[in-house]
C-alpha cells in the first residue's frame, strides 16, 4: 500500500498526503494501470521514424562501432537516444535505385532531440538486437581483439608486470592502435579507414594474422 502511495505521488509529483484519503479499490484500481513499469517495454521496434531508417548492423562503419562501443559500455538505456541518432540515418536513392547511407559526418548529440516524440516503445527492442550482434561479432572476432586486464590481478615476477603493463598500454589504445595498422602509419587516411564497413576491416586483420603479412 505505501510502496503504491509513493510511486503515485512521483507519478503525480503530488505530496503523499493527497493520497492519504483515498479508497482503497480506487487505488488499488490505479495501480493495476501502471503495471508497465515493473515490466521492459516490447522488443519489437520501427525500422522506420519519420524520415530516418535503420542502418542495417552488417553496414555499420568503423568509426561508427567505436563510437556506439562508448555510449554501449558506458551505459546504453541512459545514451539510447545517441545510439538510435548513429543506428537511425537518412537515405537516398541514386538514378540505378540503390539506397545511399546519410555518411556519418555528425555529431550524435546534435540529433538526441529527433527521438523525444518517439514513444520508448519505438526503439527500445532495438538495444537487445544491437547487443546480441555486437556479442556476436566480438565473439567472432576475438582472436584480433586487445585483451583487457584486471587491475587487481598482483604480478610478482617483474617480466610479467613488465608484459603485463604493455598489454594494458595496448588495450588502452587498442582502437588508435588499429586504424593505425590499417593506415600503414598514414593519418591521411584515416577518414576512408573509419569509413569502412566494420566487418571489412575485421576480414583483412584475421587475412593479415593468417598469413602474416
Known sequence: MQYNTDLLSILCDLPIEDFDDMEFDELQDITKQLKWMTSEPSKHYSHKLGELKLKPFVDITLGEFITLEAFVTDDYIKNLRNI?????????TDEWGNIITEPYKFKSSDRVHLFDDYPITSVFGLI??????????????SNLMTESFDDDDEVVDLEERKEQEEEKKSSKWGWEQLIWTMCNGDLS????????????????????????I
Open 84 to 92: 538510435c541518432a548513429i543506428l537511425y540515418r537518412k537515405t537516398s
Open 128 to 141: 537487445p538486437e544491437y547487443l546480441q550482434f555486437r556479442q556476436n561479432f566480438l565473439d567472432s572476432h
Open 189 to 212: 587516411k584515416f577518414d576512408a579507414i573509419t569509413d569502412t564497413k566494420l566487418v571489412l576491416i575485421f576480414n583483412f586483420l584475421a587475412m593479415r594474422k593468417e598469413l602474416e
